[in-house]
């Protein structure tokens, strides 16, 4: 089955502070596809990021980095000295090539609702 | 266009109506996906469209749920017989053939259908 666990519901830091979202997936497929979205209050889906299972590279863009680790089957995100405007929902998924008929359906987790304090 | 377009973007109706839902996805997008978003859940897919291809309806929760897809652009998602529980934000999106060839699906900002 596909599935993926964010198992931090809300959490809240105050600015400038580091923090990491955690996202752990399970699949049986080898060739898949991990993403963040992000969700501000204002309800649209961001896209932020895709990585494809060859690729255990790290990334980082700006003040967010991406952590994956297949061993652990986790796709943690963080973000760096955090602001006020990184407050939202944060959505990682998942997308198996070979899941059933709903090839490149994403497969969400329920979201981790970040909040940023000044 | 140049984003994936919904409307309307709210819509209270009273249960036991019928609602439309309207995606106009992004010009040249060959996939279009519909997700359901209900009060502090994650995103559930309901139905899947890729270009000329039967679509996948195995996440609709009922029969009263249907979708279609109009020369490979427009969808249009209706739920009959609205009950409560159908109250959440409708979240349609599109992409290039497959997600992961694409690199993503462009979401549009939802409808929020109430239930009263």
């Known amino acids: 089955a596909q599935k993926v666990t964010q198992a931090q519901t809300e959490i809240s830091v105050v600015e400038k502070e580091d923090v990491t979202l955690d996202c752990v997936y399970e699949?049986?497929?080898?060739?898949?596809?991990l993403f963040w979205y992000k969700q501000p209050p204002s309800g649209e889906l961001v896209f932020l990021i895709r990585?494809?299972?060859?690729?255990?590279q790290n990334e980082i863009s700006g003040r967010y980095s991406w952590n994956f680790q297949k061993s652990t089957s986790s796709f943690n995100f963080t973000i760096t000295a955090s602001q006020v405007v990184d407050s939202a929902v944060y959505f990682c998924?998942?997308?198996?090539?070979?899941?059933?008929?709903?090839?490149?359906?994403?497969?969400f987790g329920k979201g981790t609702k970040l909040s940023v304090k000044p | 266009g140049a984003g994936v377009s919904q409307s309307p973007s709210n819509k209270v109706t009273e249960k036991g109506k019928d609602v439309e839902l309207r995606c106009d996805p992004i010009?040249?997008?060959?996939?279009l996906y519909w997700y359901r978003q209900s009060l502090g859940q994650g995103l559930e897919f309901l139905i899947y469209?890729?270009?000329?291809?039967?679509?996948?309806k195995s996440g609709l929760p009922s029969d009263r749920f249907s979708a279609e897809r109009t020369g490979g652009s427009v969808s249009t998602l209706t739920i009959q017989r609205t009950q409560q529980e159908d109250s959440a934000v409708y979240l349609c999106?599109?992409?290039?053939?497959?997600?992961?060839?694409?690199?993503?699906?462009?979401f549009g900002s939802g409808t929020r259908l109430t239930v009263v």
């Open positions: 999106a599109s992409s290039l053939a497959r997600t992961g060839q694409s690199g993503g699906y462009t």
């Open positions: 699949t049986r497929d080898t060739t898949y596809y």
């Open positions: 990585r494809n299972s060859f690729d255990e």
């Open positions: 998924a998942l997308s198996a090539m070979n899941y059933g008929g709903s090839q490149g359906n994403l497969i």
């Open positions: 010009s040249g997008h060959t996939a």
């Open positions: 469209f890729q270009g000329n291809s039967a679509p996948d």
